[in-house]
């Protein structure tokens, strides 16, 4: 084989494997180029400023600014009131302005949404204004949740009359938890005057 064939090999194999780089740089562009697109872009700065991601996530669910802005300052976990709200914005027919009422009172808001948006896939016609109440009232969201779909699932109860049994089941009924009584086999102790002895004076020797 010739010298210049070599050299005419070698320039062949680099073309082509310049060509089938740039093939594969192309297609991975063009894939980051519709996950861009595909998935809505945040803002850099509200990766770390959790009152601007706040404000931005209430804007989506379609907050009024001046509503959001107050909302948002007031927060004592800005981002989880922005998410409880726009998940169940997104995932329930209650509009924004009405989960950001009953998020904003909570302690824990995100299990609020997590309560809202199971009790209303997972149960037959409810009352959506009644569940966001039902789970903004409850002290345990996740439990009270739980607890309606099991019951639903197992009886013939309506969901409000589910929503209002759970409810009620929280405050613990004296009839669940009745006071304890005393033992009868123990003897009970009373104390009269003349059997509570009299406190010790110390002698004093000078006197």
């Given at each position: 084989?010739?010298?210049?064939?070599?050299?005419?090999?070698?320039?062949?194999?680099?073309?082509?494997?310049l060509?089938?780089?740039r093939?594969?740089?192309?297609?991975n562009?063009?894939?980051?180029?519709?996950l861009?697109?595909?998935?809505?872009?945040?803002?850099?700065?509200?990766?770390?400023?959790?009152?601007?991601l706040?404000?931005?996530?209430?804007?989506?669910?379609?907050?009024?600014?001046?509503q959001?802005?107050?909302?948002c300052?007031?927060?004592?976990?800005?981002?989880?009131?922005?998410?409880?709200?726009?998940?169940?914005d997104?995932?329930t027919?209650t509009?924004?302005?009405?989960a950001l009422?009953?998020?904003k009172?909570?302690?824990r808001?995100?299990?609020?949404?997590?309560?809202?948006?199971?009790i209303?896939?997972?149960?037959?016609?409810?009352?959506?204004?009644?569940?966001?109440?039902?789970?903004r009232?409850s002290?345990?969201?996740?439990?009270?949740?739980?607890?309606?779909?099991?019951?639903?699932?197992?009886?013939?109860?309506?969901?409000?009359?589910?929503?209002?049994?759970?409810?009620?089941?929280?405050?613990?009924?004296?009839?669940?938890?009745?006071?304890?009584?005393?033992?009868?086999?123990?003897?009970?102790?009373?104390?009269?005057?003349?059997?509570?002895?009299?406190?010790?004076?110390?002698?004093?020797?000078?006197?």
């Open positions: 084989m010739s010298k210049q064939s070599g050299i005419e090999r070698i320039r062949s194999f680099r073309n082509r494997t060509a089938l780089s093939q594969f740089c192309a297609t562009l063009a894939i980051v180029g519709l861009a697109i595909a998935i809505p872009s945040i803002p850099a700065s509200a990766a770390s400023n959790k009152f601007e706040c404000v931005l996530e209430l804007d989506r669910a379609n907050v009024p600014p001046e959001a802005i107050k909302a300052a007031e927060a004592f976990v800005p981002e989880d009131l922005s998410e409880c709200v726009l998940r169940i997104l995932q027919p509009s924004g302005s009405d009422e009953a998020c009172k909570v302690r808001p995100v299990e609020l949404a997590r309560c809202v948006i199971t209303n896939n997972r149960t037959q016609n409810p009352e959506v204004f009644s569940v966001l109440d039902h789970c009232r002290l345990l969201p996740l439990r009270f949740s739980e607890c309606v779909i099991g019951l639903s699932s197992q009886s013939d109860f309506s969901t409000a009359r589910t929503l209002e049994t759970c409810i009620a089941a929280e405050d613990f009924p004296s009839q669940l938890f009745p006071p304890s009584s005393p033992n009868p086999s123990s003897p009970r102790l009373e104390f009269t005057p003349d059997t509570i002895p009299a406190p010790e004076i110390p002698l004093n020797s000078d006197s």
